[in-house]
């Protein structure tokens, strides 16, 4: 008597296979849903590196180099912040009116990447020349 054999799998095998196949998907899935959420934040913190160094550059240009503070919020959602502070070299006390002063110019931008995710702000600061009081 010969005994034939069917050729295939089983479905013991088959279902293995399947869950090995899905595990795999799955892992390759939180890899690269996480590669994705990484280049998000990295362009949005290079949209916020630029609007910080277009409000830096503004001072003293478009809006007048005096002391004080602004706000505003852009069309992307980032909220910033400008502070224009004297700059007190040593001596600067004895100057005379209306003579050139430095200013220190300090800008905060802040934005949230997501619902749940932390509030995330960068800062740029420098110093700027500016006629005095």
Known sequence: ME???DSGFTLIETLVAFTVFAL???????CLSAGWR?????????????LARSE?????????LAA???EGTNDAGFTWT????PYAFPGDEFAEPGA?????????VRWQEG??????TISLETIRLGAGE
């Open 3 to 5: 005994s034939t054999r």
């Open 24 to 30: 795999i998907a799955g892992a390759f899935q939180l």
């Open 38 to 50: 990484s280049v998000r934040s990295v362009e949005l913190q290079e949209a916020a590196i630029e």
């Open 56 to 64: 830096l550059s503004a001072a003293g240009f478009t809006t007048p």
């Open 68 to 70: 004080g503070m602004s």
């Open 82 to 85: 400008r502070e224009i502070l």
């Open 100 to 108: 050139t002063r430095a200013f220190r110019i300090l800008v905060s």
């Open 115 to 120: 619902p749940r995710r932390p509030e995330r």
